[in-house]
C-alpha cells in the first residue's frame, strides 16, 4: 500500500480543465471570474455565488457547476480582452439575458460584501461594451444593492 502511494505522489494523474467553447453560457461565467478577480483576490464567497449562478442559469447540480467555473475560468485566463468577451455577448443574446447578465456579475461583486472602485470599473466597462445605457446600469446595481447591501464601500 505504501509502495502505491509513494508511486502515486511520483507521478500523479494530471488533470487539466479543457478550453471550452468561447459561447454566452461560458463567456458569462467567464465575466463573472474577471468582475470576481478585479480586486486580485478571488474569494470563497465570490466562487460560491459563481457556482449558484450558474447552477440557476442552467440547471446544474453543485458538482456540474463547479466544473463549468473550471472551465470558465480557463476562458477567462485564455481570453484576456474584455472586449472580446462582451463581443461574443452582445451577438448572442437580447436585451433581458444581458441584464441578467449584469445582475450575476453585481452579486458576484456583492459577494464578498465591499464594493471596489476596481470591481466597478469592470462592471461599467462590460456595461458600456453591451451597450447598456448608464441608467439602466444604475437601476440594475441599485437594485442588486438593494437585495444584498454591502458591508461597506472603498474607494
Partial sequence: MFEKLTEFFRNPISYETPMPEADANHVIGALMVRAAKADRAYLFEEVEVIDRVLAE?????????????????????????TAELAAILREAIGVDEMENTLRALWRVVFADGIELDVEEAVLHKVEALLGVSPKRAKELHDEIVARKKPIATKK
Fill in 57 to 81: 442559469r442552467h440547471q446544474l447540480g453543485p458538482i456540474e457547476a463547479a466544473k463549468m467555473r473550471a472551465a470558465c475560468e480557463k476562458l477567462e485566463e485564455e481570453m484576456p480582452n
